[in-house]
């Protein structure tokens, strides 16, 4: 609980919740509890400053992994843009809507754009 009361202690630049719906055949009860989950994370984001859902086609495109359904292609996608974590299939997509939400961010001005970590060498004319 803690986490949730962070997020609005430091007012979050922005909160981004992938739209998702539910699964033909899913049960009733499981129906229920992910609808519960869901609606308690889209009342979070209300209160956490710039809010977004976001479908998982319009993120998936914006970082170049179209899954069709093949969860390796996010998990593939994540762990070139996050090579120092261990990323599964649990964790894939939430890393990428992260890193979406990170650079929407950065478009809107909430958020500085990173340095670049590599800069070419100049060269520079010498006189003499």
Known sequence: MKIWLDLFKHRAAAFFLEEV???P???VASCFTFGSSFGFL???GLGCGRFERVRPQIWQRDLN????GDK???KARAMELFPSMRVTHANADALLIAEYGRRKAVSWGLLEAPKPVYS???T???TG
């Open 21 to 23: 719906h539910s699964m």
């Open 120 to 122: 070419p060498r100049r």
């Open 25 to 27: 055949g899913q049960g």
């Open 124 to 126: 520079v004319p010498t």
């Open 72 to 74: 390796n292609i996010s």
């Open 65 to 68: 992994c179209r899954t069709g």
């Open 42 to 44: 889209h009342c979070l």
